[in-house]
């Protein structure tokens, strides 16, 4: 009986905390955002590159970071453009824990300091059956979690002096486990556990840096289109999805959930796994 009790309290509990999490009538951020020093990873295309031009449209300053160099200058160049926005761009493969020192290093220089730093890359991982290679599954954590990790512990002092704020972006498969995708899964999975833990040590130094955790569901990038095949979800707007991500930002929110209903899904997931597991199979198609 005593276990029924502290069940429906939880329950109850969950539900009061969800209905918090409900999102926010629309404010305009602008003066939230102007003048932001900002270095987004993973900006050339997708997700990144999206809230690129929300920021730069706010007034930010922005490092753009990614490995393929001339993309990042036509984002770059469509920011100066549209909006005079000053956003530099700085190419590197982030699968060398050295090229991701230089990324801060550089972002830095160009910048002055850091108040934004948005972790938004991933890559090198294949999509369909699982297939053991050890260095190929090496390099996807080093390249989806490590560099992520890197970046943001040497960050963590310019951000401190600024009382800045740390993006990771993960995926709600970094809770649900996925197939066709372990890999991807993996990574996510334990960039969740970096940046929770991180965000525990922070609040233990009394540092005023925080940390949000984005869990993504299926986006209308073109990268989201090589697994288009193996669901039959329908994907959600990239654009408001950076603009959530922009917000739960500048509300130092610990965890931020898009499209919002999957915060719910995280709560069945942590109440009823079995019955969760048989509903994440459900949404894929083994083709
Ligand atoms: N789209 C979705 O459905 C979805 C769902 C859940 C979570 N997410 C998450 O959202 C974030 C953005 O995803 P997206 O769909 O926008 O992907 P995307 O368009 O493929 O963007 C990935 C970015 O990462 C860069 N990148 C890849 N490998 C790199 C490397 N080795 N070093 C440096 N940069 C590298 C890519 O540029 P280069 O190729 O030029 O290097 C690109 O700018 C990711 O963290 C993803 O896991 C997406």
Redesign the pocket.
Known sequence: MGNVKVSVAFLLAAVFCQLLLLPSPTKDLTDDVNGLRVVI????????EELTYQLAAMGATIVI????EY?LRQVANKCKDLYGADVFPIA????SFENASLVVSEGLNKLGGMDLLIL?????VEFGGYQHDPLNFQNALV?NMMSHAHIASRSVQALSQSKGRIVA?S?AVGFLGSPFMITYATAKSALNGFFTSLRHELTFNQSDVSVTLCH????D????ERIKDNLILK?SSKKNCASEIVKSSMNRMSEMYFPAYFSWVHVFKTLFPSVMERAVQLLYKNV
């Open positions: 990873t993973g900006a050339s295309s997708g997700i990144g970071t990614a490995r393929t993309k590197a493969d982030l699968a938004n890359h991933f890559g090198d390249v972006v995926s993504l569901g299926y986006i990038t073109k990268s989201a994907p």
